[in-house]
């Protein structure tokens, strides 16, 4: 059995797994902010915290871009069987890449009308992310994508591989009790098996042997393409039909090659027509 691609740890993951997630996007952010006040007094500049913290959302975009664009890549069907192999991690990384620049520079110019007294553009905030984060975009989409989507195979990679379903195997031979002795008859000889309670009556060329098993049991036991049941007391060897001819009420009239004639009723006729094109063969 081919078992099921394991999902992404971002895309459902247990409540702790995601907890951590969001701890280390905070971290992340809060060692950003550190940074920018290490650099600030170094450089003699002056720190803001409120900008520098509008700033590093960039970091709290990981979160829900990565997942958003995680599921798009593992379960929406033409995205992953378009884009096999490499081409997937690329694409997953490129087009996260420009929704997380599109998402911050809408986000930070949003919180700068709020909370601000002067305005981040949009096409500043653009610009500014592209030159300052785009190392971060690249290493941290690109270990997203070669983690995430390294579990999750190509759509066609994912589909199970097709076995041919395994044919039965059908006896040659038949054991018949005749008397005190079971008898191996071959299926081949069989020409017809009737009921004939107690017993069923199976008929070779040039012998009949009474058997205590019944129409059923013994039908499945016989290859459904050679042995077709035509009555409800009757099953006959298609190898040995030489034709048949209609009542014109539905039921027909089958000459076997010993020539004897037996009944088909209209209830087997369609499963009889449909084996006469296998059958024969078989």
């Given at each position: 059995?081919?078992?099921?691609?394991?999902?992404?740890?971002?895309?459902?993951?247990?409540?702790?797994?995601?907890?951590?997630?969001?701890?280390?996007?905070?971290?992340?952010?809060?060692?950003?902010?550190?940074?920018?006040?290490?650099?600030?007094?170094?450089?003699?500049?002056?720190?803001?915290?409120?900008?520098?913290?509008?700033?590093?959302?960039?970091?709290?975009?990981?979160?829900?871009?990565?997942?958003?664009?995680?599921?798009?890549?593992?379960?929406?069907?033409?995205?992953?069987?378009?884009?096999?192999?490499?081409?997937?991690?690329?694409?997953?990384?490129?087009?996260?890449?420009?929704?997380?620049?599109?998402?911050?520079?809408?986000?930070?110019?949003?919180?700068?009308?709020?909370?601000?007294?002067?305005?981040?553009?949009?096409?500043?905030?653009?610009?500014?992310?592209?030159?300052?984060?785009?190392?971060?975009?690249?290493?941290?989409?690109?270990?997203?994508?070669?983690?995430?989507?390294?579990?999750?195979?190509t759509g066609s990679a994912r589909q199970p591989t097709p076995f041919a379903p395994r044919q039965?195997?059908?006896?040659?031979?038949?054991?018949?009790?005749?008397?005190?002795?079971?008898?191996?008859?071959?299926?081949?000889?069989?020409?017809?098996?009737?009921?004939?309670?107690?017993?069923?009556?199976?008929?070779?060329?040039?012998?009949?042997?009474?058997?205590?098993?019944?129409?059923?049991?013994?039908?499945?036991?016989?290859?459904?393409?050679?042995?077709?049941?035509?009555?409800?007391?009757?099953?006959?060897?298609?190898?040995?039909?030489?034709?048949?001819?209609?009542?014109?009420?539905?039921?027909?009239?089958?000459?076997?090659?010993?020539?004897?004639?037996?009944?088909?009723?209209?209830?087997?006729?369609?499963?009889?027509?449909?084996?006469?094109?296998?059958?024969?063969?078989?």
């Amino acid at each position: 059995m081919v078992q099921a691609p394991q999902i992404p740890a971002f895309i459902g993951t247990p409540a702790r797994q995601r907890t951590a997630f969001t701890v280390l996007l905070v971290v992340a952010l809060v060692l950003a902010s550190l940074q920018d006040l290490l650099q600030a007094l170094r450089n003699s500049h002056s720190f803001y915290l409120s900008e520098s913290m509008l700033f590093n959302t960039v970091w709290l975009l990981f979160g829900p871009v990565a997942y958003g664009q995680l599921r798009l890549f593992t379960r929406a069907k033409v995205v992953s069987e378009k884009l096999p192999g490499y081409y997937r991690i690329i694409a997953f990384v490129a087009s996260s890449l420009a929704l997380h620049l599109v998402a911050f520079s809408v986000l930070v110019w949003g919180l700068s009308v709020v909370f601000f007294d002067h305005t981040y553009t949009v096409v500043g905030n653009f610009t500014y992310s592209l030159s300052e984060d785009l190392d971060k975009y690249l290493f941290g989409y690109g270990a997203i994508a070669l983690v995430g989507l390294a579990s999750h195979p190509t759509g066609s990679a994912r589909q199970p591989t097709p076995f041919a379903p395994r044919q039965p195997i059908y006896p040659d031979r038949i054991a018949v009790l005749s008397g005190r002795i079971t008898v191996l008859v071959s299926t081949r000889d069989i020409i017809l098996i009737r009921s004939d309670a107690p017993y069923l009556r199976i008929e070779t060329a040039d012998k009949t042997y009474l058997h205590t098993q019944t129409l059923r049991a013994i039908g499945q036991q016989l290859n459904p393409h050679q042995f077709v049941r035509v009555h409800k007391s009757t099953i006959v060897n298609l190898k040995h039909v030489t034709s048949y001819r209609s009542r014109l009420n539905g039921d027909y009239d089958l000459l076997l090659d010993n020539q004897v004639e037996v009944r088909l009723s209209r209830h087997y006729v369609a499963n009889f027509r449909q084996q006469m094109e296998v059958g024969t063969s078989v």
